[in-house]
């Protein structure tokens, strides 16, 4: 939430210039305040831990935020619940129909990184969707595939395969400290990664509309920006709980494929061992930073998006 402080004061400026939430007095008097609208279109196969994970992160904030969960009406989960899509989901297809606005949207990963984009067999309505919230949406934040996918379908940013699975906690560095999503980060943070592919930098650098937030020399790109922040695309996965990579790990090694151990999360490499979890901060920090960068840009009338 914001400060409110005089603007002859002389840390006024000095925290705007770090993108610090300061407000006028007179702002104050005349904003008006109503809940967020946040939609998340979750398309991991772990629907109820996937919706545990961003509502814990969402909900660490004064704000009140109106949660709309969504899915891909085109393709049937096989993982969720029984009826529970049905009972707490809309499909893609009916809120592009009904064209409501909100303030944020969310959109996962999911398990289809190592098929071309147009294979993927919601594809069509994942990009009618991604195409909606370009108008209808304030700020949306992509994560992994989504943002992959994204990138894809807005921009041509073209993704590649790797030789073997990125996967651990890595650090990452903050190309811009006083970009509003970062806030209070410090220069290296840690967060988990989980992926067979990644995006090319190359296409990205040379884009003018996006900007490099973070990166590392290991993980490659981690997070971009466009439309000053309105477009988020975070290609790891900093809402992980502190068990995520652990059953990834222990699915796939049932299952017979190639996986290592991830990478700075057992104590010594060592998977008898619980992790230690070294991203928690960060992951509230960013998705606090997020919820307030909306809730101070987003029209109070929708309508005006």
């Not at 603007?7 to 925290?15: E, V």
């Not at 006083?178 to 190359?202: I, K, N, V």
């Not at 494929?257 to 490499?269: A, F, S, T, V």
């Amino acid at each position: 939430m914001p400060i409110r402080i005089p603007k002859a004061l002389p840390a006024y400026n000095a925290l705007r210039e770090e993108q610090v939430f300061v407000m006028t007095s007179d702002r104050a008097e005349h904003q008006d305040i109503r809940p967020l609208k946040v939609a998340i279109v979750n398309l991991m196969p772990t629907t109820v831990d996937t919706e545990i994970q961003l509502l814990r992160l969402l909900g660490n904030t004064p704000l009140q935020v109106d949660i709309t969960l969504l899915r891909m009406g085109s393709h049937e989960s096989r993982n969720a619940p029984p009826g529970h899509l049905e009972k707490f989901y809309i499909s893609a297809k009916e809120i592009i129909a009904l064209s409501p606005r909100f303030d944020g949207f969310i959109i996962t990963g999911a398990p289809v990184e190592t098929l071309n984009f147009e294979e993927v067999d919601y594809w069509d309505e994942f990009a009618a969707m991604i195409d909606y919230s370009a108008k209808n949406v304030f700020s949306t934040l992509h994560i992994c595939w989504g943002a992959q996918a994204a990138l894809y379908r807005r921009y041509g940013v073209p993704k590649r395969p790797l030789e073997k699975k990125l996967f651990g906690v890595f650090p990452h560095q903050v190309n811009e400290q006083y970009a509003a999503l970062f806030r209070g980060f410090d220069d290296e943070f840690l967060a988990p990664q989980s992926r067979h592919t990644a995006t090319d930098r190359a296409a990205i650098a040379a884009d003018s509309r996006l900007t490099i937030q973070s990166e590392s020399e290991e993980t490659g790109v981690f997070i971009v920006t466009a439309r000053d922040g309105r477009e988020i695309y975070v290609t790891g996965h900093l809402e992980y709980d502190p068990l995520t990579l652990d059953r990834e790990y222990r699915r796939d090694k049932d299952k017979g494929l190639p996986i290592e151990i991830p990478k700075n999360y057992y104590p010594g490499d060592d998977p008898s061992k619980t992790p230690v979890v070294r991203w928690r901060a960060h992951a509230h920090l960013f998705f606090n930073n997020w919820l307030n960068y909306v809730y101070q840009e987003t029209p109070f009338n929708l309508d005006n998006l």
